[in-house]
């Protein structure tokens, strides 16, 4: 049994495989293959933060391929309040196949795992975002039909999304540039951690904005106030004020750039509607490929189902 608390727990051996799987998966998917490789299978989704892309996209990528899933809001679950994360996270182990666990504390869903004896996801913590990882790496490889050697420019917070996008674009070879305000960049915990477990990582940090766009081929950003920060907005809308994605931003980057955002976007602060809805961006594509890297990410986590030989029904329907 596999967890995926972080990017930090995946190889780049096992991205790459993770990232041809969802290439060869979405190409049958979109010709309307529908093989039920996940028949009887179960997925439980806990949320304790509102989401569209990673819960819709992990719901309908059960559902199909045969499989179901059970969804339940923090309120529901109640974990560390109506009864203990241990208790709560055994119990729900005996119902389901997987878990895919949204919380506020990263050690929450570490927690969880510990006492789960199904595959845990991080389908976002404070610390973390792998799953939109997976597929932005999925979104940049169709655009540019590689990964080694590109740039990935990252203007805004060095939060959980930011994090894992630089986790993962370091193990594949791909430089990575935070572009923050001072206090928000990366911690120098989280620094030390990419060097130990990603030495040969080009993660750099470059306060301005505009010398920072300069070499991208990707130009990303996230929100400035994350789910749970609220109390900060004011604050944090002026300490960003700078770092906001517009055209004349755009305008300091390499003509072939693209513009990536994980959604939900906070229009005219991190972002204007003019370059997020303009031709430089690919934020619907990159939402898309959520549902593709995850499908592919479930093939390696969740037991094939048997088909009537007892042969998997992976193996029997799933063709190349
Ligand atoms: N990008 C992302 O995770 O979106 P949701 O919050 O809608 O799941
Ligand atoms: N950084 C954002 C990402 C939302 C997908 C948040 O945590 O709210």
């Known amino acids: 049994m596999r967890h995926l608390l972080d990017i930090f727990d995946l190889t780049a051996e096992e991205m790459g495989q993770l990232l041809n799987e969802a290439v060869r998966w979405k190409a049958n998917i979109l010709k309307g293959e529908r093989p039920p490789v996940f028949r009887g299978r179960v997925l439980g989704l806990i949320f304790e933060k509102p989401s569209l892309r990673t819960r819709a996209s992990f719901e309908a990528a059960m559902a199909q391929l045969g499989g179901s899933s059970i969804f339940l809001t923090?309120?529901?679950?109640?974990?560390?309040?109506?009864?203990?994360?241990?208790?709560?996270?055994?119990?729900?182990?005996?119902?389901?196949?997987?878990?895919?666990l949204r919380t506020f504390r990263h050690a929450t869903v570490a927690?969880?795992?510990?006492?789960?004896?199904?595959?845990?996801?991080?389908?976002?913590?404070?610390?973390?975002?792998?799953?939109?990882?997976?597929?932005?790496?999925?979104?940049?490889?169709?655009?540019?039909?590689?990964?080694a050697g590109r740039t990935v420019v990252f203007v805004g917070d060095g939060n959980n999304v930011a994090r894992s996008l630089a986790v993962a674009c370091g193990k594949l070879g791909v430089r990575f540039i935070l572009s923050s305000p001072p206090g928000y960049g990366f911690p120098d915990e989280f620094l030390r951690r990419c060097q130990l477990a990603?030495?040969?990582a080009d993660i750099r940090q470059i306060a301005d904005p505009r010398q920072a766009v300069r070499s991208a081929d990707i130009v990303y950003t996230d929100v400035w106030t994350?789910?749970?920060?609220?109390?900060e907005?004011?604050?944090?809308k002026k300490k960003f004020a700078a770092?906001?994605?517009?055209?004349?931003?755009?305008?300091?980057?390499?003509?072939?750039?693209?513009?990536?955002?994980?959604?939900?976007a906070h229009r005219e602060e991190e972002v204007?509607?003019?370059?997020?809805?303009?031709?430089?961006?690919?934020?619907?594509?990159?939402?898309?490929?959520?549902?593709?890297?995850?499908?592919?990410?479930?093939?390696?986590?969740?037991?094939?189902?048997?088909?009537?030989?007892?042969?998997s029904s992976r193996q029997a329907e799933a063709k190349p």
Do not use: W
């Open 74 to 100: 923090g309120q529901d679950a109640g974990l560390g309040v109506r009864e203990s994360i241990a208790d709560f996270a055994q119990v729900f182990s005996q119902y389901v196949d997987a878990v895919v």
């Open 111 to 147: 927690e969880f795992a510990q006492h789960a004896t199904v595959p845990t996801i991080n389908g976002l913590s404070d610390e973390a975002h792998p799953c939109q990882a997976l597929g932005d790496l999925l979104t940049i490889q169709e655009i540019f039909g590689d990964l």
């Open 198 to 200: 990603v030495p040969d």
């Open 226 to 231: 994350s789910m749970g920060q609220e109390s």
């Open 233 to 236: 907005r004011k604050q944090r």
């Open 243 to 264: 770092y906001q994605v517009n055209a004349e931003l755009l305008a300091q980057a390499p003509a072939h750039a693209k513009v990536m955002h994980c959604l939900p």
């Open 272 to 311: 204007t509607s003019a370059v997020l809805d303009g031709d430089r961006s690919v934020v619907i594509q990159q939402a898309a490929n959520r549902l593709h890297a995850q499908r592919a990410l479930l093939l390696q986590v969740l037991p094939a189902a048997a088909g009537p030989s007892g042969q």
